[in-house]
């Protein structure tokens, strides 16, 4: 069964800094359009940032916009989240998905996405 296998979460202080990863081992990798998604506690999901197949196009929602990066290495089957200057609101479980196809979409139905990490958890406290 194919899986998305998710990295890098920690506890960290106000102002540092993490870098997640999403591993999709036996993937056409390049085949779909990841994206990242965040859960806080109690709170709904959310899209937070995704990107091409191709790694032409990307998109960041507004919250993390000039603090968070996404990238993905086709070559080694990754994707990235880059996350700096954390904040106390960015507390999360965070998730990977894979969607077929070269578009980024967002949508809180899990079932429009063929694959889904079982999350990282990053907590950003002081």
């Known amino acids: 069964e194919l899986q998305l296998l998710e990295s890098g979460g920690g506890s960290v202080q106000p102002g540092e800094s993490l870098r997640l990863s999403c591993a999709a081992p036996?993937?056409?990798?390049?085949?779909?359009?990841m994206h990242w998604f965040r859960q806080a506690p109690g709170k709904k999901i959310e899209g937070v940032a995704g990107?091409?197949?191709?790694?032409?196009?990307?998109y960041h929602a507004h919250a993390v916009k000039g603090r968070f990066t996404i990238s993905r290495d086709n070559a080694y089957n990754t994707l990235y989240l880059q996350l700096n200057s954390l904040q106390t609101e960015d507390t999360a479980k965070y998730y990977c998905?894979?969607?077929?196809?070269?578009?980024?979409?967002?949508?809180?139905?899990?079932?429009?996405?063929?694959?889904w990490g079982q999350g990282t958890q990053v907590t950003v406290s002081s």
């Open positions: 990107i091409s197949g191709d790694g032409t196009y990307d």
């Open positions: 998905a894979a969607r077929r196809g070269n578009t980024v979409v967002f949508t809180t139905n899990r079932d429009f996405y063929s694959y």
């Open positions: 036996g993937f056409a990798f390049r085949s779909y359009a």
